[in-house]
């Protein structure tokens, strides 16, 4: 009994406590087929989690996917965005947003938001030039203006708004400097993504784990209390 413990604890000491930080920290996961996907100026393997404020650059040619809960974004190649659970901060290139919880999508000062943020919407952002192209392919978004470039979490003013409604597409000039990106974007999903971390995490957490699970059945003997 004691060596099967030992057998089943061991391996659930390094898994677990890495699945719960994810859960607990990072809000969304990050898969691409492309070795040369950058987070926070780092090469990251095919599936990962990323945090609040995290960086993401797309090479060209490659592609890559954010799967949050009610959320997921296809982002194309050569495309730099910043994740936030409530919006993706666009600084250039393109995504394609599926979301049934209102994800949005900020460009500088302009933010494109589903009217309906309860029901499944489907929108795609391209951002060249300074050009904003903003094409609803299922339910309707809004692009609202903004009189400055707001930091992330800040609810967009309802300014020249426009709607797009299903099936349209529609362009506005980005006269506001680019996307927010704090200086510090190796922030928290950084660290907590690096081996050192998740191996400390790992080895504390796992430690304490089994000295619950993984003891011996034998009482203490009462000479050796």
Not at 71 to 91: C, K, N, R, W, Y
Not at 199 to 217: F, N
């Amino acid at each position: 009994m004691l060596r099967w413990r030992n057998f089943v604890c061991l391996p659930l000491s390094v898994l677990l406590p890495v699945s719960l930080i994810a859960q607990d920290t990072a809000g969304a996961i990050l898969r691409s087929s492309d070795t040369g996907v950058l987070v926070n100026k780092s090469s990251v393997p095919s599936s990962i989690a990323v945090f609040s404020d995290d960086l993401i650059e797309i090479p060209k040619n490659g592609i890559a996917r954010i799967e949050l809960p009610g959320s997921s974004a296809q982002i194309s190649g050569e495309t730099m965005v910043q994740f936030h659970p409530e919006e993706l901060v666009l600084d250039h290139g393109s995504v394609s947003v599926n979301t049934s919880r209102g994800l949005r999508v900020r460009v500088g000062c302009i933010t494109i938001t589903p009217v309906y943020p309860d029901q499944w919407t489907q929108f795609d952002v391209l951002d060249t030039n300074g050009k904003v192209t903003v094409s609803a392919l299922k339910s309707d978004v809004y692009i609202d203006e903004h009189r400055k470039n707001l930091q992330p979490g800040k609810e967009p003013e309802h300014r020249d708004r426009m709607i797009v409604h299903e099936g349209d597409q529609k362009s506005r000039e980005e006269r506001c400097a680019g996307a927010y990106v704090p200086a510090n974007a190796s922030g928290v999903g950084a660290i907590l993504n690096s081996p050192w971390a998740v191996g400390v995490a790992a080895a504390v957490v796992g430690t304490v784990a089994c000295l619950g699970l993984c003891h011996s059945d034998d009482p203490l003997s009462p000479q050796k209390p």
